[in-house]
């Protein structure tokens, strides 16, 4: 038994799926969070990417206060005022004609192979039951069944088969694997731009332009999950905008949720996202009333108060000064924007301990990876102090 009753409860009563720091979280303001013993603890994890804004944004908050007084949940059985609103909004960002609006960013990515397979059949003519889609290895695009079944982390599809056919491993970053990969079968390429719980992971330059070209000479779609990367999280909108690229369809979640509530996306044209009729694809929560309210002042935060752009330039010093500690600990620093993972050397989950001792939350990704996330609106007065206390762990290793 802990003696952190809370701890106790949670141990006792909820699935053992996660292995979480001993720590209790009882309230956010900004890039901090709060223990439930008064402590303060600077957040760099921002819940993977899901607090770009920061806990508890006022704006975010208001405007969910705000729909709540009014209604929170209408079915799209019913049509409801915020939802064309957050829309418009999110289609002009991100420069397609339509969304689909979902929950997790697991049934975005369910949408999306959906999508990709009746646009395989419908449109581009694959025999029945025959559609392909090309994915890189290492991926992460969720939990579900299905897409835990083209994953090629041994722990993630353990005693969970069997599996949906359908999905072919390319290896990341290398063109030549994924053109050997691509057949006359092939409905659609689906990547993460940057692979994030591989490590943060960051293609060789120009890959993604190769492989833009790659799809256009065989006629495939390209679909990027930019679940975690999107929405300023690499100091540009989407991380596709760094190889001056479009994709045919994209994959939206985390920070689409302003940090409240899950929200997600996926976005497309017209020639794509019209093969959906009423009936094919739906969910209860997506595109709520509620959900709406808070994805649309979600982005027009990032839009109106210069989060992204201090992304791009807090990035840049956040990686300047980690390779300026020089620790034999580190193995490589990789990452774009306030988006970075620290390769080390061991295992990253006592250095992970040691920083929550210092006031700072952080968690590991593959044993030993230090991801270093934090809420776009950090400044760099709360950037340095955490990475003093991140230098401070290192020269005691």
Not at 52 to 64: Q, Y
Not at 208 to 223: A, H, P, S, V, Y
Not at 263 to 272: C, E, L, M, P
Not at 328 to 349: C, F, H, N, Q, T
């Amino acid at each position: 038994m802990h003696p952190n009753p809370a701890i106790t409860l949670e141990n006792q009563f909820c699935a053992h799926n996660y292995s979480p720091l001993p720590v209790v979280i009882v309230k956010g303001e900004g890039v901090w969070a709060i223990g439930d013993d008064g402590k303060r603890y600077l957040d760099m994890m921002s819940a993977y990417s899901a607090v770009s804004h920061g806990h508890v944004h006022p704006r975010i908050r208001a405007a969910a206060v705000a729909q709540i007084d009014k209604i929170s949940v209408v079915s799209r059985a019913f049509y409801s005022e915020p939802l064309g609103n957050f829309l418009k909004t999110l289609c002009r960002i991100t420069g397609f004609d339509s969304a689909l609006p979902m929950n997790s960013g697991a049934e975005a990515v369910e949408t999306a192979i959906k999508a990709a397979r009746r646009w395989g059949y419908r449109i581009k003519g694959v025999p029945a039951n025959q559609a392909n889609i090309v994915v890189a290895d290492n991926n992460f695009h969720g939990r579900t069944s299905t897409i835990v079944g083209f994953s090629s982390e041994a722990d993630y599809k353990a005693d969970f088969g069997p599996f949906c056919n359908g999905f072919t491993e390319a290896r990341f970053g290398d063109i030549e694997s994924f053109r050997q990969a691509i057949t006359t079968d092939t409905c659609a390429v689906l990547i993460e731009p940057i692979q994030g719980e591989a490590g943060i992971r960051v293609p060789p330059a120009g890959f993604l332009r190769e492989l833009r070209q790659l799809c256009d000479e065989t006629n495939t779609l390209l679909i990027l999950d930019e679940i975690q990367s999107g929405l300023g999280r690499t100091g540009k909108w989407f991380a596709f905008q760094h190889e001056g690229i479009r994709p045919d369809a994209l994959i939206l979640g985390k920070a689409l949720g302003g940090g409240i509530m899950p929200v997600s996306a996926f976005v497309a044209d017209h020639s794509i996202m019209d093969l959906f009729d009423a009936g094919s694809h739906g969910s209860t929560f997506g595109g709520n009333p509620l959900a709406a309210a808070i994805g649309l002042e979600a982005l027009k935060v990032l839009e109106e108060e210069g989060l992204i752009d201090n992304s791009a330039q807090l990035g840049q010093y956040l990686v300047e000064r980690l390779k300026a500690m020089n620790s034999p600990a580190i193995r490589e620093i990789r990452g774009r924007g306030l988006w970075v993972g620290v390769e080390l050397d061991r295992d990253a989950r006592p250095i992970c301990e040691a920083l929550l001792a210092g006031g700072l939350l952080t968690k590991e990704t593959h044993e030993n990876v230090l991801r270093i996330a934090p809420p776009l609106s950090i400044t760099r007065q709360e950037l340095d102090w955490g990475l003093e206390r991140i230098e401070r762990v290192f020269k005691q290793l």
